[in-house]
């Protein structure tokens, strides 16, 4: 039972360096979301997608753009990482219920370093 | 718009001691409410959850009462082990009609010592 996979796991980039974060789920939940996870800061989230073909901002989301490429994928780009996108990088999803979100299921998360 | 506040601060405490660690929210309706624990290196997990006032939320020892009058959810655990070293999230789903995004807080880390 794979639940939310993400890929990679850990990365290093360069300053200027673009690269995507994928993320996919088998669980046929409407909603996915990205946050990012920094010391002292809790999780913070990016983007967010309510369904295929959806997507909203979050609390921190310039430097990044999101694709909602299926029911399945979701994916993070950043086009010129800078070394403030250092963290952990969580993708997450939940089933909608009479019209609310429940429970979110994470992912194991992408360490990312800008240097 | 919807939020969740825990307490500041890691918690530190010995082996079989009780644990508590306060959350309260601010949210219109009737949201859920949740607590994940997040282990080293790992994703967050779903420890427990209530989906309505007074509701009990219980799991490997660990409880919270969704209470309305205060708006809180408070975890608590009556004999922590070392294996319960983590770092505790509270957790909100608001009710149908809102924004439809979870908010979390800022989670505190439990240390336990043996």
């Known amino acids: 039972n794979a639940g939310v996979t993400q890929t990679p796991k850990f990365q290093v980039l360069k300053t200027g360096q673009s690269m995507t974060l994928q993320c996919a789920q088998d669980?046929?939940?409407?909603?996915m979301y990205w946050y990012r996870q920094d010391p002292g800061m809790g999780l913070r989230l990016i983007y967010y997608?309510?369904?295929?073909?959806?997507?909203d901002k979050g609390e921190v989301p310039n430097g990044y753009n999101v694709s909602r490429l299926n029911k399945r994928e979701f994916s993070l780009r950043l086009e010129s990482a800078a070394p403030s996108q250092t963290s952990v990088y969580f993708c997450?999803?939940?089933?909608?219920?009479?019209?609310?979100?429940?429970?979110?299921?994470f992912g194991q998360g992408t360490r990312l370093t800008v240097v | 718009g919807d939020s969740v506040t825990q307490m500041e601060g890691p918690v530190t405490l010995s082996e079989e001691a009780f644990l508590t660690i306060n959350c309260t929210y601010t949210?219109?309706?009737?949201?859920?409410l949740f607590w994940y624990v997040q282990y080293p290196g790992e994703g967050l997990q779903l420890l427990l959850k209530a989906t309505k006032a007074d509701d009990k939320g219980s799991n490997k020892g660990f409880e919270a009462t969704y209470r309305k009058e205060t708006t809180s959810f408070h975890l608590e655990k009556g004999s922590v082990q070392v294996s319960d070293s983590a770092v505790y999230f509270c957790a909100l789903s608001p009710s149908p009609g809102g924004n439809n995004r979870l908010a979390f807080g800022k989670g505190n880390q439990v240390v336990v010592i043996p």
């Open positions: 997608s309510a369904s295929e073909g959806t997507t």
């Open positions: 997450a999803s939940s089933p909608r219920e009479q019209g609310a979100n429940t429970e979110a299921f």
């Open positions: 669980m046929n939940h409407n909603s």
């Open positions: 949210a219109t309706g009737y949201p859920s």
